[in-house]
């Protein structure tokens, strides 16, 4: 059944879930719809995250849940040719690629596959049917529905989402590519949820691709929990390339068991409004915990890098690194806060955060916090806002180059410490080409990034000449 | 030097808070307790002129409204503000003309805080205005002063015969609206100091100010006013001590300061009110609002503050910077011990173009501490040029300790650069090592290390306030080796 609602509030959500509670709970496990019942209940008590709260102190979610949204809880996990639809356009990547159509998990054979080596991927809500203790064993385990109100929120209304789980001891050649695609033709409210586990000493790599078809007002509040066991590596990318009307939440969860490395790299090239949240907890030694982001945002783009690390073992490592680039009215906020508990003596902790602003209705709002309470640590924190160094342009200059070329190239250089940070050399590749292109204003907010639509004929690009 | 520093470490061992001393003079109180009645009661007892006691009653009106702030980094148990008494002064308070009329007891205790209030300190060169339980005592040096006309006094008496002054810049910076604690200080504050430097004028005398609590059960709430005046320089310098306690006393402070075209304020502070004993039993809050505005082109304020006193600390001295041109400084060294709790740090917002800042800030942390540094930048979107440094590095002393940077920094236009870098690690191993091996025991060695941390922003603080805070570091870490 389909729910429409002029503007969208606490109160009117908590009506929405006590309608629709049956078809959500008959496709959960129990335990799961007790973790559901517990997060309404924080849901109810705190409701969105307003403007007083301290991280949300620069963004505003008000103006965005002034849309008609329209709800649809009835299943529409199904078997479809996602590549009438789709297609990646990183055409080196050789992926295993799962799709998530408005939030739903669409697939070409089955709904959940396990591979020879034991690893399974698939339906969230089909695994809670086949495999429902590995879901109880970890679902919501890591998601701190109790401290995130948008999370809660989430895990209230779970349904779908992706599922992954690798068994102890396996290395996956093939990237898993999980592609979330808003195409509708009528603002949608969406909160797809995934669940990835990485048994002992695997090695996972995750390339998780946010697009929008159409140009529809879109919400999309994705939650995603990663559980990296003893020893294990997990790459984990997110490019988000969303329209100008789109709002992108994502909250991720990780929770890492000892000397196991967990890596992820958030790339935001387009979107109207997208705030990232990453919490990352460190219960157990000698991990490895390195995020990196980039955002490149014109126009009025907000775009929102809130990210948490807890170290609560010793002789953990941890380095965050987020490099942005502003244009015209666009906004970024940066909150990032170590936190190195009593007993977490050795911690090394670095935290970094650098913007460039083009233009004077630009705004970057940065906060690194740390807050350490144990004494053997190595902890330091920058962040800088400015323009570009005026003497590497001299020189730049100096050698015959025009002031755009030497702008450019000393942007490309400034987003490249991230880019390469990128494992996957296709995946590098592109996102150095998506990144050059954007920043020479040939990839302007209407032409989709790596969406070539449905035709494989590389899209002809309208230069916008007012950014050159 | 060498030979100046071991003296000093020999002198500070074994000794505690030297200043925890109380003073048996008749006091003149309020009832305890806040009403609109108490705040009449002060006004008549100072005999101010009628605009004062409104905005003290709008103050207070306002402050009824507010609820306390809890987002700062310390914990403490609920203050009672009817509990508090608001006004207390030394009996028999005549207007000085010499010291001799002054009541000896009083005296002593200047002595004993080591105070150059009398004559024969004037080698020292330093006017002092004292403010013992909030009611100035004394000023000297009002003639040299009044030569180059500058005006330095207690703010009641800066009432009574420069109302227009006062009336023209009081709120101005921090207006009663501004906080909790500025609004309660508004309602209630009994004295401070009031500084104004002519135009042209550069001070000849380095001013001073000593606050003092002495009651039992009084909040000492002062305020201070500085006016420069086109082209006018003037350094000011602020000390403060309580004695050993075992209640907790509230301290609420105004700080403001006017610094127009060409103007130049050097505002240093030695924040040493008593701490608390090892338990954190006792100890001063010290709640202060501390605000300066660089109001004309090429204007200049600087703000050195070493603080290592009180129990729960909660200050930000902050400067507005309006005029084209104009520089903020601000140099801190925050020393937590036993239980202290400080939340302290800066505030600069760049309004005006080619604006320069700089943020030094060193904590360090002992004990069970915490020491936060809490600092905004902004640059408005017509601060062209605007340019921030910050640098806040915490040192940790103890695995009980913690020390945190929140720094926020909000930037509005494209040609302005803003840096802000901090490390926080504990002492290192090596220095510790060097020091040990060429015979330096443990306490002198972390003393040592712990002074040269710190001497970039020591070494901004006028002579004689760098020697006293020097001593004033090894005395607050002392004990926490080990």
């Known amino acids: 059944m389909e729910t429409t609602y002029s503007s969208l509030n606490k109160d009117r959500l908590i009506e929405l879930f006590h309608r629709e509670q049956k078809s959500m709970t008959e496709l959960a496990t129990p335990l799961v719809n007790r973790i559901r019942q517990h997060a309404l209940s924080r849901f109810e008590k705190n409701g969105f995250p307003s403007k007083q709260l301290e991280n949300w102190r620069f963004t505003d979610l008000t103006p965005l849940l002034n849309t008609e949204f329209f709800f649809d809880f009835s299943n529409k996990s199904r078997s479809m040719d996602v590549e009438k639809i789709f297609t990646c356009d990183v055409y080196d990547l050789d992926t295993f690629s799962i799709t998530l159509l408005n939030g739903w998990f669409v697939y070409k054979s089955a709904p959940l596959t396990k591979l020879d080596n034991g690893t399974i991927i698939g339906s969230l809500a089909k695994a809670m049917e086949v495999y429902p203790e590995l879901v109880d064993q970890y679902f919501g385990k890591a998601a701190k529905t109790d401290v995130y109100e948008l999370a809660a929120l989430n895990t209230a209304f779970v349904q779908d989402g992706l599922f992954i789980y690798v068994p102890d001891g396996v290395t996956l050649e093939k990237p898993v590519q999980l592609i979330n695609i808003v195409n509708a033709d009528h603002p949608v409210f969406l909160q797809p949820r995934h669940l990835i586990i990485v048994g002992k000493g695997s090695k996972i790599t995750l390339v998780h691709c946010d697009h929008s078809l159409t140009h529809n007002v879109s919400f999309t509040n994705i939650l995603t929990e990663i559980f990296a066991e003893d020893n294990a590596v997990v790459d984990h990318y997110k490019i988000q390339n969303k329209g100008r009307n789109s709002a992108l939440i994502t909250n991720t969860f990780i929770r890492q068991k000892k000397s196991s490395s967990v890596y992820s790299n958030m790339i935001t090239l387009n979107g109207g409004f997208t705030k990232n949240i990453l919490d990352v907890s460190l219960p157990e030694p000698n991990c490895r915990s390195e995020h990196f982001g980039l955002y490149l945002v014109d126009s009025n783009q907000h775009v929102d890098n809130q990210v948490y690390i807890d170290h609560i073992a010793p002789d953990n490592y941890s380095n965050q690194l987020f490099k942005g680039i502003l244009d015209d009215e666009a906004r970024a906020v940066f909150s990032g806060k170590v936190m190195v508990r009593r007993h977490a003596q050795h911690t090394v902790a670095h935290q970094n955060n650098k913007n460039i602003l083009l233009t004077d209705d630009a705004k970057a709002n940065t906060q690194p916090h740390l807050e350490i309470y144990a004494d053997d640590v190595k902890c330091s924190h920058g962040a800088t806002v400015g323009q570009l160094d005026p003497e590497a342009m001299f020189y730049l200059r100096s050698r015959g180059l025009c002031e755009r070329t030497a702008r450019q190239l000393m942007m490309i250089a400034f987003a490249g410490e991230v880019v390469q940070k990128i494992s996957i050399q296709a995946l590098q590749e592109r996102i150095q080409h998506l990144v050059e292109k954007r920043l020479k204003g040939e990839l302007s907010i209407c032409d989709q990034c790596m969406l070539h639509c449905n035709s494989k004929e590389p899209t002809a690009f309208n230069i916008d000449m007012s950014k050159i | ?482």
């Not at chain 2, 300190?121 to 013992?132: H, I, Q, R, T, Y």
């Not at chain 2, 500058?150 to 009641?156: D, N």
């Not at chain 2, 505030?347 to 020491?371: D, E, F, P, V």
Request: with cysteine; net charge negative; glycine share 8%.
């Open chain 2, 1 to 482: 030097m060498k030979n100046d520093s071991d003296k000093i470490l020999q002198e500070v061992t074994g000794s505690d808070y030297k200043y925890g001393f109380y003073t048996d003079i008749e006091m003149d109180q309020a009832p305890p307790g806040l009403t609109e009645d108490t705040i009449r009661f002060i006004s008549a007892k100072k005999n101010e002129p009628e605009f004062m006691l409104e905005f003290r009653l709008k103050a207070f009106r306002h402050w009824q409204t507010l609820k306390e702030p809890e987002w700062a980094h310390v914990e403490y148990p609920p203050i009672n503000y009817q509990d508090l008494i608001y006004y207390s002064a030394p009996r028999k308070r005549p207007k000085y003309d010499s010291l001799e009329e002054v009541d000896p007891e009083l005296l002593e205790t200047f002595e004993k805080l080591g105070i150059p209030l009398d004559e024969q300190k004037s080698l020292a060169g330093v006017a002092v205005d004292a403010v013992m339980d909030s009611v100035s005592v004394g000023s000297t040096f009002k003639k040299t002063l009044g030569e180059h006309g500058v005006i330095f006094c207690s703010f009641s008496e800066a009432l009574q015969k420069h109302p227009e002054l006062i009336k023209k810049h009081m709120g101005s910076v921090v207006p009663y609206t501004d906080n909790f604690f500025a609004a309660l200080n508004s309602a209630v504050f009994s004295d401070g100091s009031f500084a104004y430097i002519p135009k042209g004028v550069r001070c000849p005398l380095e001013l001073s100010t000593y606050f003092r609590i002495n009651a039992a059960n009084t909040g000492q709430f002062e305020r201070t006013l500085i006016v420069a005046e086109e082209g006018s320089y003037v350094s000011y310098m602020e000390g403060c001590t309580a004695p050993i306690r075992d209640e907790h006393q509230l301290h609420a402070a105004i700080v403001e300061i006017i610094a127009h075209k060409d103007a130049e304020v050097k505002y240093s502070t030695v924040q040493n009110w008593w701490p608390g004993d090892k338990e954190g039993k006792g100890g001063v809050y010290n709640f202060v609002t501390k605000r300066g505005i660089c109001e004309g082109e090429h204007s200049k304020i600087s703000w050195t503050q070493v603080e290592t006193g009180s129990a729960v600390t909660w200050k930000y001295p902050s400067l507005i910077l309006r005029g084209d041109n104009s520089t903020g400084e601000f140099y801190s060294v925050a020393v937590t011990n036993n239980k202290q709790q400080a939340d302290t740090g800066t505030k600069m917002i760049h309004l005006g173009k080619n604006t320069r800042s700089t943020i030094i800030s060193k904590g360090i942390s002992a004990g069970r501490s915490n020491n936060s540094y809490r600092g905004l930048v902004k640059t408005s979107k017509k601060a062209e040029n605007a340019r921030n440094f910050s640098q806040c590095d915490s040192l940790l002393l103890g695995d009980q300790c913690g020390a945190h940077t929140f720094p926020y920094l909000d930037v509005g236009n494209r040609s302005s650069i803003v840096e802000h870098e901090a490390t926080t690690s504990k002492i290192s191993e090596d220095q510790l090592f060097y020091c040990l091996q060429r015979g330096i025991d443990m306490e002198g060695a972390i003393g040592l290390i712990v002074n040269g941390y710190a001497k970039e922003v020591l070494s901004k603080l006028p002579m004689e306030f760098a020697v006293e805070a020097q001593k004033l570091l090894s005395i607050s870490l002392e004990g926490s080796v080990g």
